[in-house]
């Protein structure tokens, strides 16, 4: 009975410890009339905090992971209304086509974001999580 109790202890610390991820953010492309690579981003809130400005980077890689490109990206404007939490935002944004017949791959990385009603600029990385900047 004891060790079903421990055991029932450790399980639900477990289940509390895990991470919330604070958005969620979705890229996919598609290609355009054979010539241009559209990359949409979407971004989902789900923190409580409203999210007042989200700006980051498209990368473009090649097969070999090698950089090609990198574009700024802004996702929400400081003039738009806030994201508040369960809604998303989509920001498009386009790229040559690959001279070759191998596909190029995206990402984007988040370089700023600021919530509503505060000062202070965070960047967010997936392993560390936010740190401010500014």
Same mark, same amino acid.
């Given at each position: 009975?004891?060790?079903?109790?421990?055991?029932?202890?450790?399980?639900?610390?477990?289940?509390?410890?895990?991470?919330?991820?604070?958005?969620?953010?979705?890229?996919?492309?598609?290609?355009?009339?054979?010539?241009?690579?559209?990359?949409?981003?979407?971004?989902?809130?789900?923190?409580?905090?409203?999210?007042?400005?989200?700006?980051?980077?498209?990368?473009?890689?090649?097969?070999?992971?090698?950089?090609?490109?990198?574009?700024?990206?802004?996702?929400?404007?400081?003039?738009? %209304?806030?994201?508040?939490?369960?809604?998303?935002?989509?920001?498009?944004?386009?790229?040559?086509? %690959?001279?070759?017949?191998?596909?190029?791959?995206?990402?984007?990385?988040?370089?700023?974001?600021?919530?509503?009603?505060?000062?202070?600029?965070?960047?967010?990385?997936?392993?560390?999580?936010?740190?401010?900047?500014?």
């Amino acid at each position: 009975m004891q060790k079903l109790i421990a055991i029932s202890i450790i399980f639900s610390y477990a289940l509390t410890a895990q991470v919330n991820i604070p958005f969620e953010l979705d890229l996919r492309t598609r290609l355009v009339n054979d010539s241009r690579t559209m990359v949409n981003i979407q971004i989902t809130n789900l923190m409580d905090k409203p999210l007042d400005y989200v700006e980051g980077f498209v990368i473009e890689k090649d097969v070999n992971k090698n950089l090609i490109d990198e574009k700024r990206l802004v996702l929400i404007y400081g003039y738009e %209304p806030p994201l508040q939490k369960g809604f998303s935002t989509t920001r498009s944004i386009s790229f040559n086509k %690959p001279q070759n017949d191998m596909p190029n791959t995206y990402e984007f990385l988040i370089s700023k974001i600021r919530f509503i009603g505060e000062s202070r600029v965070f960047t967010w990385h997936p392993k560390i999580g936010f740190i401010r900047i500014d």
